[in-house]
Nanobody, 121 residues
Framework: QVQLVESGGDVVQPGGSLRLSCAAS????????MGWFRQAPGKQRELVAR???????MYADSVKGRFAISRDYAGNRVHLQMNSLKSDDTAVYYC???????????????WGQGTQVTVSS
């Protein structure tokens, strides 16, 4: 019913930049928050950044000042600009949207399939 598709993952050198994008499509009535999570090998999935439907934004401490999240409300898209990348940023990055599929439903989290970001020299 609802699909989230990420793009933009790649291999980049330390200090480099990447821009991730996520597009939500399908049976969407409304979207509350959209955000990015990441999961490194052997670690739990963690929140990277999130933007609500009133443009309220939060970042993980580890990415503040380096990453910037932005949202295209009309296009149901969210982007993550990642600068000054470090090896610790290596992970699979997942997009998540809190989405209602009808006026009768509550907000349900939907996830993308993930995109690999590798920071290595």
């Amino acid at each position: 019913q609802v699909q989230l598709v990420e793009s933009g993952g790649d291999v980049v050198q330390p200090g480099g930049s990447l821009r991730l994008s996520c597009a939500a499509s399908g049976r969407i009535f409304s979207i509350n928050s959209m955000g990015w999570f990441r999961q490194a090998p052997g670690k739990q999935r963690e929140l990277v950044a999130r933007v609500g439907n009133t443009s309220n934004i939060m970042y993980a401490d580890s990415v503040k000042g380096r990453f910037a999240i932005s949202r295209d409300y009309a296009g149901n898209r969210v982007h993550l600009q990642m600068n000054s990348l470090k090896s610790d940023d290596t992970a699979v990055y997942y997009c998540r949207g809190q989405i209602r599929t009808s006026v009768h439903s509550g907000y349900t989290p939907y996830w993308g399939q993930g995109t690999q970001v590798t920071v290595s020299s």
